[in-house]
């Protein structure tokens, strides 16, 4: 059906586009594009049949807008959750809203409260701006909990908050002291 292509082909495009460019001899740039030309040819060499129409209707379709295409119609890129280091996009800093939260499984909480959130693979650990968000996050590894981070207190101590086009909100750690379960 149109809906598994396309949850195939969005997977697809966040493994190249956030983690393995090189996988199919992609080059992203230091801000994450690609060429969409040389994203279609190299998918093409690795059995992904790609093209232009595809690839507009699932960045237009996507629920979280994880896909930005470039103003010229030529290139493409994920707008966070990248873990590849050849990718360093300039987020623009950002005041929080008092509380932010993470949505994470409950045997990761022994860990979370002794080393506070850290990015993982990624290069940021991810916050969302409302509970549900973070719940579904959680749900992906396992039995959900949500927990609430002093956001704006963070920011006022000196921690640097960034957020992605997608609304996304980004920080490098949470030390468990701004921490709380919801
Ligand atoms: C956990 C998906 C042990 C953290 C989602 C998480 C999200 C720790 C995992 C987005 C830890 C990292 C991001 C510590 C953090 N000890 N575990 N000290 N600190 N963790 O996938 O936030 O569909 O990199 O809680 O919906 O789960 O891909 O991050 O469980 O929005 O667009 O380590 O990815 O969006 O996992 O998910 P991830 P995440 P997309």
Known sequence: SMGKQHAETSKFLSYVLRHEPQAIGLVLDREGWAD???????????????????????????????????????????????????????YTEKVPPKFLYHG??????????????????????????DVQTANAVGQRYGKPVVLKIEALLMHQQGFNFYQAENRVWQIYHVPSEYLSSF
Do not use: W
């Open 104 to 129: 994470t499984a409950t045997r990761f909480i022994e860990s979370i409260m002794y080393k506070g959130l850290k990015p993982g693979e990624r290069q940021y650990v991810h916050l969302s701006e």
């Open 36 to 90: 969409i030309t040389a994203l279609i040819t190299g998918a093409r060499q690795s059995a992904h049949e790609l093209d232009e129409i595809l690839i507009r209707s699932v960045v237009e379709s996507s629920d979280k807008k994880r896909f930005a295409i470039s103003e010229d119609g030529r290139r493409i890129r994920a707008v966070q959750g990248h873990s590849t280091n050849s990718v360093a996009i300039t």
